[in-house]
C-alpha cells in the first residue's frame, strides 16, 4: 500500500525507477548530442551515450528485460521508453537523409539503427568480458555500415 500511496500505481513506481537509471546514466547530454550540427558525428555520440547507459546499469537491464516477461505492465513500461530511443534515431536518419542517398530504406535504417542500439547488441558484443561502454568503438562502425558514412 506505501507504494502505491507514493507512487499512485506500479507504473508510476516503473516510470520512477526508468528516471532514475537514466539520470545516473549519460543521458542528460542527450540535447548536447541533438544541438551537433553533422548528424554523423550526432550518431556517434548517441551510441556513445548508449553504450555508456548499458554499463552503467548493466545487471539492473538483464532483471528488468527478464522481469518484463513476466509483467505486462514493465514490459508496456520498457516498450514506452525503447521507443524513445526509436524517436532519437528516426530523427538522425531524417537528419542524414537530407545530406545524402541511403543504401537502406529510411524504414529500415531506422530499424537497423535500433537494433543497434539496444541493449541486447551491446550486451552480446560485451559478452562476460567487456562492459558495453566498451563495445562502442564496434558499434559505431556497424552503425557507419548501414548508414554509408
Known sequence: M????????KAGLLEDLFDSIAERGA???MAE??????????????????????TTSRRAHRKLRAAGLLDEELEAAMVARNERRRRG????????????KLQLS????????????SFDTFDALAGPSRTPESVIPVVRRLVRLVTGA
Open 106 to 117: 529510411k524504414d529500415d535504417a531506422i530499424n537497423a539503427l535500433f537494433v543497434l542500439m
Open 2 to 9: 506505501t507504494v502505491y500511496n507514493q507512487f499512485e500505481s
Open 89 to 100: 534515431v528516426t530523427e538522425l536518419v531524417r537528419r542524414i537523409a537530407k545530406q545524402r
Open 33 to 54: 548530442v541533438f544541438a551537433i550540427e553533422d548528424p554523423d558525428a550526432a550518431l556517434d555520440e548517441f551510441v556513445g551515450l548508449f553504450g555508456k547507459f548499458w
Open 27 to 29: 543521458f542528460g547530454k
